[in-house]
């Protein structure tokens, strides 16, 4: 297993690869590249309030990723013994919208730029993939990531049905990025539900951990490498990028995933 021991190179194995052969990196947006995801826990809890359900914070960072609608149904189920009708996921989504957008707006996560801008430096396309549908969020793309990310690409709430962590979000990123297949893309993701849905895509995952949650909460779901930001991401990705590239004979020497203490798993 000593030779495996390298999580890109034991991926590969897994998946009968000799190497990578990246070509896009598929970023998902909230807690990944703006640090929005304590307005959107906030936002829920209050919205549930407003309609008399409860939905701590904390427990919205579990729910990350679901559809609206998703982390609606498991309210009201839990509360009411029942799923909630189109109408009822409209208005609750609607006023969690609301009290979103009276929250400040949520910066661009420290770090993710130089992440991007190292991607799109080694070759590679960046593109986004993300469940929100926060047109805020959206909008500001663009203004905080300029001429970085390949926006005919990206993948938003308004392109799935089904949702995180469904696979179905990174398949249709896969095939609108022109049918391309998970040797040639990676994942960055911030929430359990999100990397379990990249690795159902059969991608390899970057689990960023941005958020209150333990480091077990993403690699018990598969994440294959993990980092605390995306500042420390940014001082890796070149290497990572390098490395899964590399056929497997000249493989690890390029990644040094052992000494720096918060890599691996
Ligand atoms: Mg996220």
């Known amino acids: 297993m000593e030779k495996w021991s390298n999580p890109i190179r034991q991926y590969c194995h897994t998946h009968g ?18 640090d929005s995801m304590p307005n959107h826990a906030w936002a829920w809890h209050k919205a549930m309030e407003y309609y008399g359900l409860d939905l701590p914070e904390a427990e919205a960072f579990m729910h990350e990723g679901r559809t609206g609608a998703g982390t ?7 509360q009411l013994g029942r799923g909630a009708d189109a109408d009822e996921c409209e208005r609750i989504y ?11 707006e949520a910066g661009r996560m420290p770090g993710a730029i130089e992440v991007v801008t190292a991607v799109k430096q080694c070759g590679i396309t960046p593109i986004i993939v993300t469940g929100s549908g926060t047109t805020s969020l959206l909008d500001r793309i663009e203004e905080n990531y300029p001429k970085l990310f390949r926006h005919e690409w990206m993948v938003a709430a308004r392109d799935v049905t089904i949702g995180k962590p469904d696979p179905e979000p990174y398949l249709m990123g896969m095939k609108k990025a022109g049918n391309i297949t998970p040797q040639q ?5 911030n929430a359990p539900l999100g990397v379990q849905a990249g690795v159902a ?6 689990a960023v951990n941005t958020g209150p949650l333990p480091d077990s909460a993403l690699t018990n779901e598969g994440a294959h490498l993990l980092f605390h930001s995306m500042t420390e991401l ?11 590239n ?10 040094d995933i052992h000494t720096s203490g918060n890599l691996g798993l």
């Open 246 to 255: 590399q056929p497997d004979t000249h493989a690890s020497d390029h990644l």
């Open 185 to 189: 893309t990676m994942v960055v993701e």
């Open 201 to 206: 895509a059969g991608c390899f995952v970057i």
């Open 17 to 34: 690869y000799d190497r990578m052969k990246l070509k896009t990196i598929m970023f998902d947006m909230d807690g990944v590249l703006f």
């Open 72 to 78: 609606i149904n498991i309210v009201t189920r839990r």
């Open 234 to 244: 940014s001082q890796h990705i070149k290497d990572i990028i390098h490395t899964s």
């Open 94 to 104: 609607k006023k969690k919208s609301e009290y979103f957008n009276q929250r400040p």
